[in-house]
T-cell receptor, first 113, second 113 residues
Framework: DAKTTQPPSMDCAEGRAANLPCNHS???????VYWYRQIHSQGPQYIIH???NNETNEMASLIITEDRKSSTLILPHATLRDTAVYYC??????????????FGKGTHLIIQP | EPEVTQTPSHQVTQMGQEVILRCVPI?????FYWYRQILGQKVEFLVS????????KSEIFDDQFSVERPDGSNFTLKIRSTKLEDSAMYFC???????????FGPGTRLTVL
């Protein structure tokens, strides 16, 4: 799976959009971009994933650049409960597809009141 | 909403003892995983399990570790002879089908004294 690079930490004001960048310049054509988050030692929580088109769900939007070398997770109206470590994970599917996720250090997003 | 559950939430054991960590994955899921997170460090993949056998395992998952799905609902991780460095949060996860998001449990905090 391709390596990802994320800033170690970011601040965002409550109610504003939080934009979390991720670089994945070595991504290959069949690899997806996944985002998970972990709130204070709880189990990681899935947010969103995409291949090449932008995606939106009830939690967030995912913008993937046309060359797929980077992406941005957008939390449109951040709340204090969004304070967490956010992980960008690039993942392909080998064999039967039961591959584990490779977590990096992620971005610690702190929402300021 | 269905969720992955784990027991116990906290396990304290003496070095050299055997421990069994238990997980109940979401009922119609087919792929199962164990991860661990040493305090202050990254979430690390240990093993994946599908169709009653190990699909993939990391270097961490040595002969001291084993997994089992004894009764079609529980999914267990056994550490045969615990070491101090096994102290960590252990997360179980499950997936309905490959490519779908992994659902994580709340974790078991293992403390080895």
């Amino acid at each position: 799976d391709a390596k990802t690079t994320q800033p170690p930490s970011m601040d965002c004001a409550e109610g504003r959009a939080a934009n979390l960048p991720c670089n994945h310049s070595t991504i290959s054509g069949n690899e997806y971009v996944y985002w998970y988050r972990q709130i204070h030692s709880q189990g990681p929580q899935y947010i969103i994933h995409g291949l090449k088109n932008n995606e939106t769900n009830e939690m967030a939007s995912l913008i993937i650049t046309e060359d797929r070398k980077s992406s941005t997770l957008i939390l449109p109206h951040a709340t204090l409960r969004d304070t967490a470590v956010y992980y960008c994970i690039v993942r392909g599917f080998r064999g039967g597809g039961a591959d584990g996720l490779t977590f990096g250090k992620g971005t610690h997003l702190i929402i300021q009141p | 909403e269905p969720e992955v559950t784990q027991t116990p939430s906290h396990q304290v054991t003496q070095m050299g003892q055997e421990v069994i960590l238990r997980c109940v994955p979401i009922s119609n899921h087919l792929y199962f995983y164990w991860y661990r997170q040493i305090l202050g460090q990254k979430v690390e993949f240990l093993v994946s399990f599908y169709n009653n056998e190990i699909s993939e395992k990391s270097e961490i998952f040595d002969d001291q570790f084993s997994v089992e799905r004894p009764d079609g609902s529980n999914f267990t991780l056994k550490i045969r002879s615990t070491k101090l460095e096994d102290s960590a949060m252990y997360f179980c996860a499950s997936v309905r089908d490959k490519g779908n998001e992994q659902f994580f449990g709340p974790g078991t905090r293992l403390t080895v004294l």
